[in-house]
């Protein structure tokens, strides 16, 4: 079974460009989160969808960061513009159903950003 | 509210034993454990449950105190390929979407 996959592995850009990660989910599963590690931090969750409907987005900083689920399969997170601050592991991962509390949750090996 | 894990990093040599702790201010429904190797993604290891449910790897064994809002993972015999960073996801309740909040990580250093 094939994992979760994400696009681009790294991206360096500057502050105030914009960057695009993709994720592809592991087949079949409906629910997919984002999540932004900060070096030395544990992950901390920006968004979860479920199929293509989001079931929590209160830690995305929505004034820069967007991000989508078409068709409930694979998702893209935009962030624009991008901040110093932003530089981080972002990390997808996928769960078989509604992300309850007694599912595992699969990542993806997660984009390099570092903002210049 | 993030979780709080001990020890930050701890150094073993092959065949010792190492107890990690994970420990909550609020109430938690679920513990979550993984592994992550620099540079790669996470990796399961146990999903503890409220209620004494678990899962997880046969050789990984870990407790969790509803009562004192604390898990602990337990790692014996340790071998080379123990290292890596060991985080704790507590999650919450169907009111938070069972949303995990992960501790900031110990480091597991294990030398032959």
């Known amino acids: 079974e094939a994992g979760v996959a994400q696009s681009p592995r790294y991206k360096i850009i500057e502050k105030r460009q914009s960057v695009a990660f993709w994720c592809n989910p592991i087949?079949?599963?409906?629910?997919l989160y984002w999540y932004q590690q900060i070096l030395g931090q544990g992950p901390k969750l920006l968004i979860q969808?479920?199929?293509?409907?989001?079931?929590?987005d209160s830690q995305l900083p929505k004034d820069r960061f967007s991000a989508e689920r078409l068709k409930g399969v694979d998702s893209t997170l935009k962030i624009q513009p991008a901040k110093l601050e932003d530089s981080a592991v972002y990390l997808c991962a996928s769960s078989p159903n509604t992300g309850a509390r007694q599912e595992t949750q699969y990542f993806g090996p997660g984009t390099r950003l570092l903002v210049l | 509210q993030q979780p709080v894990q001990s020890p930050q990093a701890v150094i073993l040599r092959e065949g010792e034993d190492a107890v990690i702790n994970c420990s909550s201010s609020?109430?938690?429904?679920?513990v979550h454990w993984y592994r992550q190797k620099h540079g790669e993604a996470p990796v399961f290891l146990m999903i503890?449950?409220?209620?004494?449910e678990q899962k997880g790897h046969e050789k990984i064994s870990a407790s969790f105190n509803e009562k004192k809002q604390q898990s602990s993972l337990y790692l014996t015999a340790s071998q080379l390929s123990y290292s890596g960073t060991y985080f704790c996801g507590t999650g919450g309740g169907r009111g938070s979407n069972y949303k995990l909040t992960f501790g900031k990580g110990t480091l597991l250093t294990v030398n032959p």
């Open positions: 609020k109430a938690l429904y679920s």
């Open positions: 969808f479920q199929n293509n409907g989001v079931v929590d």
């Open positions: 087949s079949g599963h409906a629910t």
């Open positions: 503890l449950l409220k209620g004494g």
